[in-house]
């Protein structure tokens, strides 16, 4: 099955939701659009963690159309699901930075907030499992400290005679507090095929 026009077409739409801009219609008219696998178009995108971005434009861009009434309704649903749990994260950082503030204890956001905070502001669908934050190795001691004191625990791998080991040498270690999921990160280390 040849999907080149599928690919393109998610490209288009990612291309458009980077910039802010419309989707090319030159190449999208209506019988292209009729053309397309939109079966695959969605599984591809929930496979790449792009599906609420690319909800995002087809209901910028009117092409929730090519959807039965059932399958709209469940996108628009994801839509704000996805956004809910974006902003719910943020809060959830928000507090964490509460947290550090009176201590004097500087945070820098990673990966999902830094990103939600950064880039996709005006569109807040990014789903984080756990938030990421940086701190001086400097203050490790003392946010644990703070973090204990707050009622968030160490979060134990599964093998636990390697995990605070392990935890000191990739300089990362996870925190909970009922579903708050907390990766504090001193001297992060990360590991490519085996290196």
């Not at 880039?119 to 490790?140: C, G, H, N």
Request: proline share 4%; glycine share 4%; charged share 25%.
């Amino acid at each position: 099955m040849q999907l080149d026009g599928e690919k393109s077409f998610i490209l288009d739409c990612m291309r458009a939701f980077t910039n802010d801009a419309a989707v090319s219609s030159g190449q999208w008219n209506n019988r292209c659009l009729l053309k397309l696998n939109w079966h695959w178009i969605i599984q591809a995108a929930q496979t790449g963690r792009i599906l609420p971005f690319l909800i995002h434009i087809f209901e910028q861009e009117g092409f929730l159309r090519f959807f039965v009434k059932k399958d709209r309704l469940k996108w628009k649903t994801f839509l704000m699901n996805s956004e809910w749990e974006n902003r719910k994260k943020m809060t959830e950082f928000q507090k964490i930075k509460n947290l550090f503030e009176p201590h004097s204890i500087p945070l820098i956001p990673l990966k999902g907030i830094a990103l939600s905070c950064l880039v996709y502001d005006k569109a807040p669908y990014r789903f984080m499992s756990d938030i990421d934050i940086l701190i001086r190795e400097t203050d490790l001691q003392k946010t644990k400290e703070i973090l204990s004191a707050n009622g968030f625990t160490l979060s134990e791998s599964k093998n636990r005679w390697q995990a605070k080991p392990t935890m000191k040498v990739i300089g990362r270690w996870s925190f909970i507090k009922g579903n708050m999921d907390l990766d504090l990160q001193w001297s992060p280390k990360f590991f490519l095929e085996d290196h």
